[in-house]
């Protein structure tokens, strides 16, 4: 078995301070690291995805319903969408985006970033745009020609990215894991419900 971590949108925006912050998202962040810090060896590869929105239509609101619309966020080239400092980005692999044109939840909807823009510990990420690849490599793609066949999916927001992640994974024929520590919801009344949405559609939770 071949095992990639996937960390779902830790990112400014997503945490205290952010402008569509997680309660506990920061911690998540130390809590990720930390998990990287001691089971590195657990994971051949280790990835991350960004929300990276630059004109994403009507997922922005300035009335959010907060279901299919949300405040601005995460735009593209700003702190916000930056990966959260507390987050360690050492070991990370390859970086992909998503959301630049419409709204985006899954990771594997999102395109590789340019190599040169793979944080190494530092937080600015520069100003290159993988949108603009004539064809961009997907999560999916990545996965595949390193021949990954086990992901663990951890990060932010549990009942939205984090959610379609851990789907679309499962419907792509990976097998998973979902570390319920090392994620965070936005309601934790849903965050529950989606728990064992994950679970029943084959997840496997752990603690």
Known sequence: MTRAL???DVQNDFCEGGSLAVEGGA???VDISDHIDEQAAAYDYIVATQDWHIDPGSHFSEAPDFVDSWPIHCVADTRGADFHPDLDTESIDAVFRKGQFEAAYSGFEGVLAPED???TGEQKLGSGAAES???PMTL???LRDHEVDEVTVVGLATDYCVRAT???ALQAGYSVSLPTGLTRGVREDRTEDVLDE???A???LTR
Do not use: S
């Open 6 to 8: 996937i960390i779902v």
């Open 140 to 142: 999916d793609d990545w």
């Open 198 to 200: 994950l679970q029943t």
């Open 117 to 119: 823009e793979v944080p």
């Open 202 to 204: 084959g997840a496997e």
């Open 133 to 135: 690849l004539e064809d």
């Open 27 to 29: 911690q998540i962040a």
């Open 166 to 168: 851990v789907l679309d």
